[in-house]
């Protein structure tokens, strides 16, 4: 199952594309949300306010009324410590008691990095003082001790990087555990759909998180196994009943041929009477012929023929079919000239040396049974792009390109589904056709160069 | 070529169909065979070959009692004599190439009367040669027997290999013999590349039997195709 890794691999891309998109979306949420904090004012840029707000005039103290709304709406309070006596010189007038009037030096280091009897404080600086400002308690929780590693900083984007790869690594393996389980129970079921096509019959446990997918893919393996079953049933029993029926007629066609075979020689009968057990014997041969293409053509259409594949000369096989033809032709109406290369003494191909001397017989044949006035019949092999050619032509009456064109292209009747009211070729090209085909040769009919019909027989080497 | 003495021979015909036999006994008998018996099933077959004794069966696979396998596998442990099956089966050529049975030919049904007259002859040839030692060619002849070859009153003697390749010539007298036959005849199976080897063995056959090997009469060759022995006679 190739595809399998495949989506495996496309789903984890996606957990991962989708992993770090969350992430880089809850970078984005994290900086509107600060920077929505931002104009709310950081209580420190207040306090600096507030200190320049504040301004001495003949030795009192004016507070910048805007100011002093802005702060009493915060419910803020401020105190305004001098430089040289560390007094509180100035305070708002929300200020609580407990806040006290005096401070030292480390008071206020206290006070600037923490909190004044729990209220966060924040300090704004002037040229005489301090500006503190205190904030509701529980208003701000302040770092109290903001300091830093040098070098915990210095590596900080490594540092991310590190816990975000730490963070995939993680998902992925959870992800990895989750769906392994359903991966197991995945497979085989896709396993069996794929071999459904190739018509094996497919059994698949019907357990775990898909049994039902199995026993659905269980049910159509049996289905189509049935289903072959009764096609091949059918099929047999259709080339059974025709090499039955041409069983049967051998012997009384044994009869009419033996009978007629010695009037056709008997002397005391006349001429005229003669001739007729010849038309008689002639037509006898016809059926018979009919008879043995009939039993093939169904048993090959079928795949009831065995096809005994061995290495066999190519070359061999032809020229004994053709010596076989001139040793039976008696008045040699129908000259057959061998045109293969003296050199081209052996061409080895796999073949079933029966079948190919049958697909040959019949070519030949051919040309005796569409020439009746006698015609040249010429054969050849030849070796032409690492393939073996076999080659049947005559000079006879040939064909048109219209009867060509259909003779190439046009299923036979016997193996044709739609209707046959239309007369079509023969058994014997069916034959050679089907002989060709059983070995993965291409046959092809053509016009010859020798004025006639041509058959060439093209098979792999 | 005189083969008077093959009508002699002692044939059993088995075949279920009465009309058939009646036939082929009318065929055989137009070519002067003589002695001629008949049976319609294994039982009769068996009895009548005691008796008979005949030097060539010709059976049909199909019989009411039995099939002509195993009649022929009968007849041939009481004595050896060649067999020639009638099948009305085109299958059984099959069978006898798959089993190897030992049948010495077979025929399938219907078939000319001359092809079957053929048959027998070439079988009946081969079986019983030794008891015509000498055939004859328009300028010799060949002595089969001892392997030699007359002419002029000269006796000249083949060798293993054109022996061999007359024989199959003698066989198929009158008849083109493939280049290919002819080589796997020589050189056993699968003869590649003998062709030249075969044109010089020819040549030295044709010094022995032809007055004139270059202009050879009786030893013929079919370019392209193979060769031919013309026989007197024939």
């Known amino acids: 199952m190739k595809s399998m890794p495949k989506l495996i691999r496309r789903f984890i891309g996606i957990l991962m594309l989708s992993s770090i998109l969350i992430i880089i979306l809850n970078f984005v949420v994290l900086a509107i949300i600060a920077s929505n904090q931002a104009p709310n004012g950081s209580p420190w840029i207040t306090a600096t306010e507030a200190a320049e707000s504040l301004q001495k005039c003949n030795n009192t103290y004016v507070f910048n009324n805007e100011m002093n709304t802005k702060l009493n709406k915060q419910n803020v309070w401020a105190i305004f410590i001098d430089n040289s006596t560390h007094q509180v010189v100035w305070h708002t007038d929300n200020l609580p008691d407990s806040i006290p009037t005096k401070y030292s030096i480390s008071d206020i280091a206290s006070l600037t990095r923490g909190y004044i009897d729990g209220y966060p404080t924040f300090t704004g600086e002037s040229e005489s003082g301090i500006m503190v400002l205190g904030y509701p308690k529980d208003s701000y929780w302040k770092h109290m001790w903001p300091s830093w590693d040098y070098q915990v900083i210095a590596h900080l984007p490594q540092t991310v990087l590190a816990i975000l790869a730490c963070n995939v690594t993680l998902i992925f393996f959870i992800y990895m555990i989750a769906n392994a389980k359903l991966l197991k129970s995945v497979n085989p079921i896709a396993n069996g759909i794929q071999n459904l096509s190739t018509e094996r019959p497919v059994y698949i446990k019907e357990k775990g998180v898909l049994s039902e997918l199995a026993t659905s893919i269980n049910r159509t393996s049996d289905i189509l196994q049935t289903q072959s079953r009764q096609l091949q049933k059918r099929e047999t029993a259709r080339a059974n009943w025709i090499a039955g029926v041409s069983h049967d007629i051998r012997t009384p066609l044994s009869m009419i041929m033996g009978y007629a075979g010695q009037l056709e020689n008997d002397s005391h009968l006349t001429y005229e009477e003669r001739k007729k057990a010849t038309v008689i014997l002639k037509q006898s041969e016809k059926m018979r012929n009919l008879i043995n293409d009939l039993n093939l053509a169904s048993k090959l259409e079928y795949n009831m023929q065995p096809v005994n594949i061995k290495k066999e000369n190519a070359v061999a096989i032809v020229r004994q079919v053709v010596v076989d033809f001139i040793n039976t032709d008696i008045d040699s109406k129908y000259p057959i000239e061998w045109t293969t290369d003296e050199n081209l003494s052996s061409c080895i191909i796999n073949v079933d040396r029966d079948l190919l001397k049958r697909a040959v017989y019949n070519l030949i044949q051919n040309c005796i049974n569409h020439n009746k006035s006698g015609c040249a019949i010429y054969v050849c092999v030849r070796v032409e792009n690492e393939k073996c050619v076999i080659c049947v032509e005559d000079n006879g009456v040939g064909a048109s390109d219209a009867q060509i064109q259909k003779l190439n292209n046009t299923p036979h009747y016997m193996v044709c589904d739609g209707n046959t009211t239309e007369q079509m070729h023969g058994l014997g090209l069916l034959i050679v056709k089907q002989i060709v085909a059983s070995h993965h040769g291409e046959t092809v009919i053509e016009h010859s160069s020798y004025d006639g019909f041509s058959v060439k027989i093209i098979l792999p080497m | ?234």
């Open chain 2, 1 to 234: 070529m005189d083969f008077e003495y093959l009508k002699q021979k002692r044939i059993l015909l088995v075949d279920d169909e009465q009309d058939l036999l009646e036939m082929v006994i009318s065929i055989l008998k137009e070519d002067r065979f003589q002695n001629i018996k008949t049976a319609k099933c294994v039982k009769d077959a068996l009895i009548i070959a005691e008796d008979f004794r005949p030097e060539l069966g010709i059976l049909d696979v199909m019989l009411p009692d039995g099939n002509g396998f195993s009649l022929m596998e009968q007849l041939k442990s009481k004595s050896d004599y060649p067999i020639l099956f009638l099948t009305a089966r085109g299958e059984d050529e099959d069978k006898f190439k798959g089993f190897g049975l030992g049948a010495d030919d077979y025929i399938v049904k219907p078939f000319l009367p001359k092809e079957l007259i053929y048959r027998i002859t070439a079988i009946l040839r081969r079986s019983y040669k030794d008891e015509n030692p000498l055939v004859k060619l328009q300028n010799s002849e060949i002595d089969f027997d001892r392997a030699e070859v007359v002419k002029n009153g000269e006796y000249i003697a083949l060798t293993a290999k054109e022996y061999d390749l007359l024989s199959v010539l003698y066989r198929n007298a009158g008849r083109i013999v493939t280049i290919d036959a002819l080589c796997e005849a020589a050189w056993g199976e699968n003869p590649f590349g003998y062709e030249n080897s075969l044109m010089a063995h020819i040549r030295r056959i044709r010094e022995k039997i032809e007055a004139n090997p270059s202009q050879p009469v009786s030893l013929i060759t079919v370019k392209g195709l193979g060769y031919k022995l013309i026989v007197e006679g024939k």
